[in-house]
């Protein structure tokens, strides 16, 4: 069974707002002794599903971006035992010790959730929003439409799914200028790909419907 590191930078490249990296400020402050977290890939996915592991390494020697460690761990599958010396890059550390400056908006993007159509994350498009007073917990009262739904699937809850904000923003980061606008507010992509604002959106007819 052979393997490979994971470059955290591509997976953040692709899914920039639900797969963490160490901010720059982390990784500025690792020394020899301390823990890091790489990501360890089976070349081959196993036939129960088995891609991998991700595991702690402990740093003995840094040549700039470029580190020498131990690891710290057994392995559950992989042909490494826990103090094999492992070379890998500062593009492979998935993790650290240290608590990250920008942990808060980690936090924001993984807990805070938001209820989409199933169409919009088929599609990977999404065209309407509107927010409605939460439900309490970390419901942000945001509904997501990609505005091709008809009636009969807006109808049926079991189009819907309750998810991390941090995956809509995967396929469009610009909600971000208004996504905390307080609750009732509805927006609207117009012909340009921008979010407009609806200023005339008929709340009596949603509330009371």
């Given at each position: 069974m052979?393997?490979?590191?994971?470059?955290?930078?591509?997976?953040?490249?692709?899914?920039?707002?639900?797969?963490?990296?160490?901010?720059?400020?982390?990784?500025?402050?690792?020394?020899?002794?301390d823990?890091?977290?790489?990501?360890?890939?089976?070349?081959?996915?196993?036939?129960?599903?088995?891609?991998?592991e991700?595991?702690?390494?402990?740093?003995?020697q840094?040549?700039?971006?470029?580190?020498?460690?131990?690891?710290?761990?057994?392995?559950?599958?992989?042909?490494?035992?826990?103090?094999?010396?492992?070379?890998?890059?500062?593009?492979?550390?998935?993790?650290?010790?240290?608590?990250?400056?920008?942990?808060?908006?980690?936090?924001?993007?993984?807990?805070?959730?938001?209820?989409?159509?199933?169409?919009?994350?088929?599609?990977?498009?999404?065209?309407?929003?509107?927010?409605?007073?939460?439900?309490?917990?970390?419901?942000?009262?945001?509904?997501?439409?990609?505005?091709?739904?008809?009636d009969?699937?807006?109808?049926?809850?079991?189009?819907?799914?309750?998810?991390?904000?941090?995956?809509?923003?995967?396929?469009?980061?610009?909600?971000?200028?208004?996504?905390?606008?307080?609750?009732?507010?509805?927006?609207?992509?117009?012909?340009?790909?921008?979010?407009?604002?609806?200023?005339?959106?008929?709340?009596?007819a949603?509330?009371?419907?």
């Amino acid at each position: 069974m052979s393997w490979y590191f994971d470059n955290v930078y591509e997976l953040n490249k692709e899914s920039p707002y639900t797969f963490y990296v160490p901010s720059s400020e982390v990784l500025d402050k690792l020394k020899v002794g301390d823990l890091v977290k790489l990501i360890f890939v089976n070349k081959e996915e196993e036939d129960d599903g088995f891609s991998g592991e991700r595991m702690w390494v402990e740093i003995t020697q840094i040549n700039g971006e470029k580190f020498v460690g131990k690891l710290d761990n057994e392995p559950y599958r992989l042909p490494l035992k826990s103090g094999d010396e492992i070379s890998f890059g500062v593009e492979n550390i998935c993790d650290t010790e240290y608590e990250d400056p920008t942990s808060s908006n980690w936090d924001f993007y993984f807990d805070t959730k938001v209820t989409v159509s199933d169409d919009v994350l088929e599609k990977r498009e999404f065209n309407f929003m509107l927010r409605d007073n939460p439900n309490g917990g970390d419901d942000s009262g945001w509904s997501i439409l990609s505005g091709y739904e008809d009636d009969d699937f807006l109808s049926d809850s079991e189009n819907f799914q309750f998810i991390s904000i941090g995956v809509i923003l995967n396929i469009d980061d610009s909600i971000l200028g208004f996504i905390q606008e307080p609750p009732l507010c509805a927006y609207e992509r117009n012909d340009e790909g921008e979010f407009n604002k609806i200023d005339d959106y008929d709340w009596d007819a949603y509330l009371n419907g």
